[in-house]
C-alpha cells in the first residue's frame, strides 16, 4: 500500500516563476492537507481539500497562492510570483474520511527561491 | 483557536535512558492528541495518539499520557535507542476541527 507521494522532492525557482507541488494521496484516502514548515518550526496549516472541493483555506495566502484537487490526478499547490521568504518544506497529508483525525504526511517538497 | 506549546526544543539523552517530552494546550474542547516523528529530510510519522476519553495509552517503547484537567500530555520513550534521534511535533486541533495545530518541535538526541 503506497503512501502519500509527492513531486518534486526539490524544487528550486528563481524569484517571479511559479512553483507546482504535487500531492497524490494514499489509496482510498479522499482528504488532503497541505502545511508548510519553515526551518527549525513546526508545521503550519495551509489549506484543507476534498476531491474538487476546498474545505478550509484559511491558512494559506490570498495572493498568490492557490490549490485544487480535481476528480483525477494529483492535488496541486500553486505559487505564483515566488518570492525567497516562499523558500521552505511544503508537506501534504491525507486521511480516509473526514470523521478519521489521522493524517499520514508525505515525503515533502523542499523548494528553494534564489 | 488553539494554541500547543511544547517543552523541551532540545533534549540529549544516553541510549537506554528514558526521554519525556510535554505538550500544553489551549482548547478545552479538544479531544485528540496525536505525536509524530520526523527524521531528517523526511515527512512527519504518526507514532502514536491518544483520545480524550483515555488517560493513557502505550504501545511497545512509547506511552502518551492526558491529563485534561490540566490540558497537557507527554510522550513518554523508554530504553532509548540512537534510531530514536529524530524531531518529535505534538499535535491539538481544536474542538470541531479535524486540522492540528502543531508544538515547535523537540530534537531528541540519543547518544550511543
Known amino acids: 500500500n503506497a503512501g502519500v507521494m509527492q513531486n518534486p522532492r526539490h524544487l528550486v525557482r528563481r524569484r517571479g516563476q511559479e512553483a507546482r507541488l504535487r500531492c497524490s494521496p494514499m489509496?482510498?484516502?479522499?482528504?488532503v492537507y497541505w502545511y508548510r514548515q519553515l526551518p527549525e518550526e513546526g508545521l503550519k496549516f495551509m489549506v484543507y481539500?476534498?476531491?474538487?472541493?476546498?474545505?478550509?483555506e484559511s491558512g494559506m495566502p490570498k495572493e498568490r497562492f492557490s490549490a485544487e484537487f480535481p476528480k483525477e490526478g494529483p492535488s496541486i499547490l500553486r505559487i505564483q510570483q515566488v518570492v525567497r521568504g516562499d523558500s521552505a518544506a511544503y508537506f501534504c497529508a491525507s486521511s480516509p474520511g473526514s470523521s478519521n483525525y489521522e493524517q499520514y504526511f508525505g515525503p515533502g517538497t523542499r523548494l528553494t527561491v534564489t | 483557536g488553539e494554541n500547543v506549546e511544547q517543552h523541551p526544543s532540545t533534549l540529549s539523552v544516553q541510549e537506554g535512558d528514558s526521554a519525556v517530552i510535554k505538550c500544553t494546550y489551549s482548547d478545552s474542547a479538544s479531544n485528540y492528541f496525536p505525536w509524530y516523528k520526523q527524521e531528517l529530510g523526511k515527512g512527519p510519522q504518526l507514532i502514536i495518539d491518544?483520545?480524550?476519553?483515555?488517560g493513557e495509552k502505550k504501545d511497545q517503547r512509547i506511552a502518551v499520557t492526558l491529563n485534561k484537567t490540566a490540558k497537557h500530555f507527554s510522550l513518554h520513550i523508554t530504553e532509548t535507542q540512537p534510531e530514536d534521534s529524530a524531531v518529535y511535533f505534538c499535535a491539538a486541533p481544536p474542538g470541531g476541527s479535524y486540522i492540528p495545530t502543531f508544538g515547535r518541535g523537540t530534537s531528541l538526541i540519543v547518544h550511543p
Open positions: 481539500l476534498q476531491k474538487e472541493n476546498i474545505i478550509d
Open positions: 489509496k482510498g484516502h479522499s482528504h
Open positions: 491518544i483520545r480524550s476519553n483515555v
